[in-house]
């Protein structure tokens, strides 16, 4: 049972333009929220959060939205740079006794950035 | 402030052998997660360790073990290795206990490959 989804394993933009990277979840305990880059060979790399008590977390070029009722998420880059290129995990994560420590993340998606 | 140090960074055994990974957390950073990544599962959480006790665990076989030393420094050890066990191994660290809000600091990795 797959908690926290990414349903897009690949997204392609131009340069200079606005990527958009989805996640939805299914366990309703979850109440913390992750973006994570990842490059080959490297340990992913924190990008951005956003608690449920907030519905969106602005960090430079990068905004987190979160929707409680939908159980949905969203990463916005922009303006989108090569640089960016890399694959993106979602995580969710729940407070707790039983959630100590514990990330659950998404299949990822492959994010390309055009020049 | 030196990210998450993980030893080493590549290893080959064989079916059988057993092995231990090596995890240094940022300094003051007092909880140190495992996760296993392959193409087929993804992320996927193995145990957390805080306080030299491991307060999670995830849903993997009694083979796959750990321990946190009282500088915060953890081991993993697999034992009976499987050629399923070929993977990505991640350390991460975070300054506080769970329950807190708090982003996870990855490593770069073990790359583990069974023959």
């Known amino acids: 049972d797959q908690q926290v989804k990414q349903n897009s394993p690949s997204l392609s933009v131009q340069e200079g333009r606005i990527s958009i990277l989805n996640c939805d979840y299914t366990n309703s305990m979850f109440d913390y929220f992750l973006w994570y880059k990842k490059y080959p060979a490297e340990g992913p790399t924190f990008l951005i959060s956003i608690s449920s008590i907030k519905d969106k977390n602005e960090d430079g070029r990068f905004t987190v939205f979160l929707n409680k009722s939908a159980k949905h998420l969203s990463l916005h880059i922009v303006p989108s740079q090569p640089g960016d290129s890399a694959v993106y995990f979602c995580?969710?994560?729940?407070?707790?006794?039983?959630?100590?420590?514990?990330?659950?993340f998404g299949q990822g998606t492959i994010l390309t950035v055009h020049p | 402030k030196a990210g998450v140090t993980q030893t080493p960074r590549y290893l080959i055994k064989t079916r059988g052998q057993q092995v231990t990974l090596s995890c240094s957390p940022i300094s003051g950073h007092r909880s140190v997660s495992w996760y296993q990544q392959t193409p087929g599962q993804g992320l996927q959480f193995l145990f957390e360790?805080?306080?030299?006790?491991?307060?999670n665990k995830g849903n993997f076989p009694g083979r796959f073990s750990g321990r946190q030393f009282s500088n915060s420094r953890s081991e993993m050890n697999v034992s009976t290795l499987e050629l399923g066990d070929s993977a990505l191994y991640l350390c991460?660290?975070?300054?506080?206990?769970?329950?807190?809000?708090?982003?996870?600091?990855f490593g770069p990795g073990t790359r583990l490959t069974v023959l």
């Open positions: 995580a969710a994560s729940a407070s707790g006794g039983t959630s100590y420590g514990k990330l659950t």
């Open positions: 360790y805080f306080s030299e006790t491991q307060r």
């Open positions: 991460a660290s975070s300054p506080t206990s769970g329950g807190d809000y708090n982003e996870q600091f």
